[in-house]
């Protein structure tokens, strides 16, 4: 028996509103944060990091999201100029210029981020450049409180 089934008009995409995204996963916070780092948008060259906040509900854009960064310098120290604060613009996005991380002993080079929003939980997470790495795209999608 051959069934034939026709489908007129349907859409293989959801409505926006029923879009998720995957929330970012956590990572540990460390011993080095420090809250009020300054805000800005850069603190060194050598890697710049572009994205954008988003709510894992509807992939919605966080306008105004706070942004802050720190990691270790290239000998693997923390130093308060490697640290930033920053707020999403109004299409959640992003863009932190900072040096490459350093190493130090039993850590991969990583750059710490932790991302705040209004009725979402906080997010605290590290991202890992390869050593050669200059640029790293990645949007930071938060979980509704």
Known sequence: MLVVVLLIG????????????????PDMLGPFYKPNAPERSRTGTGIVVTGAVRSAKGCAALPG???????ADER???????????????QGRFTYETVSP??????PPHLHVRVT?????????QLYPHPTQRAITTDFILTSD
């Open 10 to 25: 349907a859409s293989t995409t959801a409505p926006a509103q029923d879009r998720a995204c995957t929330p970012t996963a």
């Open 65 to 71: 999201a706070r942004v802050e960064w720190w990691s």
């Open 76 to 90: 693997g120290e923390y130093r308060d100029d490697l640290r930033a604060t920053q707020h999403a613009d109004a």
């Open 102 to 107: 350093g190493r130090y002993p039993g850590r």
């Open 117 to 125: 929003a209004p009725n979402h939980k906080p997010l605290i997470t």
